[in-house]
């Protein structure tokens, strides 16, 4: 994919790990300057001298953090929203509402506030794309997930909105629902339930993932980057308010039970 961002200019929110991270490297070596954004300092610090980008301390949930981070830019082609939040699994009876809040002020507020901070930047560009990540779950929310699964079902129709908001400016919206990615943190959650098994870690993904996944394997980060490359390049140059999603076939199996649950990509 070297060559296809080239000249482009874009801003990786949650860089500074897991998908984001993987998004912000693919994005760098095809040809794009990138801004890698995280709360995390020290973390997007770490993958910008990686890659050679630029690091970013970002809270996406402040609005006014956002403006000034923006302000401070003097073009953009390409945003992508991947900053997430995951809270831990609950039923609805058990749900904290500080906790609901907090999910949507990330994972939903946090798209539109930089979404909308981008859109200016976009329109003095003469246009430019907005990738947000969303998840399968927002397609097949999973039980003790609610906060979660609706906050990407929530940007999922934000997608198909600004789509139609924005397309007039050149500014095209998509998003990718990835399912379970092969990230360093479930398989360190995968390794553990393994050991306190008894079993190899293969049998363990066998069970608890691949039976529900067509093509009997995780996705990988790189493959949600290589996605974002693809809407982000002029290979894509007439999808908008497209959802891709990225989960190995997962949607075609019967939906899981609560001792079976996916694991959320962020």
């Known amino acids: 994919m070297a060559g296809l961002l080239a000249g482009q200019t874009a801003l990786v929110t949650g860089g500074g790990n897991g998908i984001g991270a993987a998004i912000a490297r693919g994005f760098v070596e095809a040809g794009a300057s990138v801004v890698v954004a995280d709360r995390d300092a020290a973390g997007a610090e770490r993958v910008a001298k990686e890659i050679g980008g630029r690091a970013m301390a970002l809270d996406?949930?402040?609005?006014?953090?956002?403006?000034?981070?923006?302000?401070?830019?003097?073009?953009?082609?390409t945003l992508v929203n991947n900053a997430g939040?995951?809270?831990?699994?609950?039923?609805?009876?058990?749900?904290?509402?500080?906790?609901?809040?907090?999910?949507?002020a990330v994972n939903v507020r946090g798209a539109m506030l930089c979404s909308r901070a981008a859109v200016p930047l976009m329109r003095a560009?003469?246009?430019?794309s907005i990738v947000n990540i969303a998840s399968i779950t927002g397609?097949?929310?999973?039980?003790?997930?609610?906060?979660y699964s609706a906050?990407?079902?929530?940007?999922?129709?934000?997608?198909?909105?600004?789509?139609?908001?924005?397309?007039?400016?050149?500014?095209?919206?998509?998003?990718?629902?990835?399912?379970?990615?092969?990230?360093?943190?479930?398989?360190?959650?995968?390794?553990?339930?393994?050991?306190?098994?008894?079993?190899?870690v293969e049998d363990s993904l066998a069970r608890d993932f691949y039976s529900k996944i067509a093509l009997d394997r995780l996705i990988l980060p790189?493959?949600?980057?290589?996605?974002?490359?693809?809407?982000a390049s002029d290979l894509s140059?007439?999808?908008?308010?497209?959802?891709t999603r990225l989960?190995?076939?997962?949607?075609?199996?019967?939906r899981r039970d609560e001792t079976q649950p996916i694991v959320p990509t962020m």
Request: proline fraction near 6%; glycine fraction near 12%.
């Open 60 to 77: 996406v949930s402040d609005e006014a953090a956002v403006a000034e981070a923006f302000g401070a830019l003097k073009g953009l082609d």
């Open 139 to 147: 397609w097949a929310p999973d039980p003790k997930l609610a906060a």
């Open 151 to 200: 906050s990407k079902a929530a940007v999922i129709a934000m997608t198909d909105a600004m789509a139609q908001d924005l397309g007039p400016y050149r500014i095209r919206v998509n998003a990718i629902s990835p399912g379970t990615v092969a990230s360093e943190a479930l398989m360190g959650r995968i390794e553990g339930r393994a050991k306190a098994r008894g079993e190899p």
């Open 85 to 104: 939040l995951v809270p831990p699994q609950r039923r609805v009876e058990e749900i904290d509402a500080a906790e609901w809040d907090k999910v949507f």
């Open 247 to 254: 989960d190995g076939g997962y949607m075609f199996f019967p």
């Open 125 to 128: 560009g003469g246009g430019g």
């Open 237 to 243: 140059s007439a999808v908008t308010g497209g959802i």
């Open 222 to 231: 790189e493959e949600v980057a290589k996605a974002a490359i693809f809407l």
